[in-house]
């Protein structure tokens, strides 16, 4: 893949972005030889909607802060800023047609990997992208080489394991603590706590 620049692309609620994201776009560039990692916030799942959402605009805002120290980190406005429901595959086909000198890496923890055959066009969007799974919730390495080979099976494409130190963090665990008024400070970079305090987000259920 020489000449290719290669950029590895995170899709997340980010609801809020944590220290697990954050780790799984270090690990990936260094494993994989990344130039650069984009940060990219979807609009709400419409499944996850009964818990406490945070506004798109402010889910952005916190994954900003996360990130701007790092200056192989960006951010992309690729899915919030089209409007309705935005798909994988289609924010994969345009920006694949937009930069072909792009290969982009596709990352995800195990737990998405169990959902891959409820997204649009899987085969298309898996013969788009390199897939890097990482490791989450004290899954095998076994267990997720085993359901890897089951959706290459169903679906094709090229995945790849990616190493992280298992950080045992969700943003839901994050928002039920600040609900309970329970700390979460070293759960996730402190700007990002402190806007959740300026802004009192996740203290009550909608
Ligand atoms: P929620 O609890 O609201 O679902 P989350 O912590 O799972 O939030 P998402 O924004 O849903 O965060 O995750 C985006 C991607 O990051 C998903 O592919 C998810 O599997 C992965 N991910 C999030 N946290 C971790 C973690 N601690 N270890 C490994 N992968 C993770
Ligand atoms: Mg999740």
Excluded at 30 to 53: C, R, V
Excluded at 82 to 98: A, F
Excluded at 142 to 153: A, N
Aim: charged content about 25%; glycine content about 4%; hydrophobic content about 35%.
């Amino acid at each position: 893949m020489k000449n290719v620049t290669r950029y590895g692309i995170l899709g997340g609620t980010f609801n809020p972005i944590h220290f697990g994201h954050l780790m799984m776009g270090e690990c990936a560039l260094e494993q994989f030889q990344l130039d650069k990692i984009l940060f990219m916030p979807t609009h709400f799942p419409p499944h996850k909607s009964h818990n406490i959402i945070a506004e798109d605009e402010h889910r952005k805002n916190m994954v900003q802060l996360a990130i701007e120290d790092n200056p192989d980190f960006s951010f992309s406005n690729i899915e919030l800023e089209r409007e309705g429901k935005t798909y994988t595959v289609d924010t994969m086909r345009i920006l694949t047609e937009t930069n072909p000198n792009i290969h982009y890496f596709f990352i995800i923890g195990a737990d998405s990997l169990y959902h891959i055959s409820e997204w649009k066009n899987p085969e298309d969007l898996l013969s788009m992208v390199t897939m890097l799974v990482a490791s989450r919730n004290g899954k095998s390495i076994d267990e997720i080489t085993k359901k890897i080979e089951q959706v290459q099976k169903q679906f094709g494409g090229h995945f790849e394991l990616l190493k992280i130190p298992a950080l045992d963090i969700s943003s839901t665990e994050i928002r039920n603590r600040v609900k309970n008024n329970s700390s979460v400070r070293y759960y996730l970079p402190e700007k990002v706590r402190n806007y959740m305090n300026e802004f009192k987000l996740y203290r009550e259920t909608c």
